[in-house]
């Protein structure tokens, strides 16, 4: 909810200093977050889309993310097991080096792809898009390259 709150804050600051002609607004705000075990994920998701907020959320982490890049995980994972994948598959934690970095570069096509198929696996068994597990870094990324 942190993140919803300031990003919001941030807008609405935007906004004003540019109708007084100091500055333009972003064209777009973006919250990245995990689900984690945080109780309030559905009130900040609430938030974030009244204010024209996008999200890239992560369920339950952001380690599934990095996980999509190798291999499917359709089945429902928790935080510690997905960061102990992670941890393997990377050859380090959540702080990337630039080895993972580029090696989750090259395979975001295919993180892509897994991701938006747990997407409809989701709406397929209808579940809640965002279900565990699932990931919208995706969109983020798509947003910043252009794709």
């Not at 777009?28 to 907020?53: M, R, S, T």
């Not at 997407?119 to 390259?145: E, F, Q, V, Y």
Request: hydrophobic fraction near 40%; glycine fraction near 6%.
């Amino acid at each position: 909810m942190t993140v919803v709150d300031r990003a919001a804050d941030q807008k609405r600051q935007e906004a004003k200093e540019a109708r007084r002609g100091r500055g333009r607004a972003s064209n777009e705000y973006w919250c990245v977050f995990d689900v984690d075990q945080h109780p309030n994920v559905g009130q900040a998701i609430d938030k974030a889309l009244a204010n024209g907020i996008s999200m890239a959320m992560s369920n339950p982490c952001i380690e599934l993310w990095f996980i999509l890049h190798f291999q499917d995980q359709s089945a429902h994972i928790e935080r510690g097991d997905a960061q102990t994948v992670s941890k393997e598959l990377l050859r380090c934690d959540k702080a990337l080096d630039s080895a993972a970095l580029s090696e989750l570069m090259e395979r975001f096509p295919e993180a892509k792809v897994r991701a938006v198929a747990l997407d409809n696996k989701h709406l397929g068994d209808d579940r809640a898009a965002g279900s565990n597990p699932s990931s919208g870094m995706w969109r983020l990324i798509d947003r910043i390259t252009g794709g």
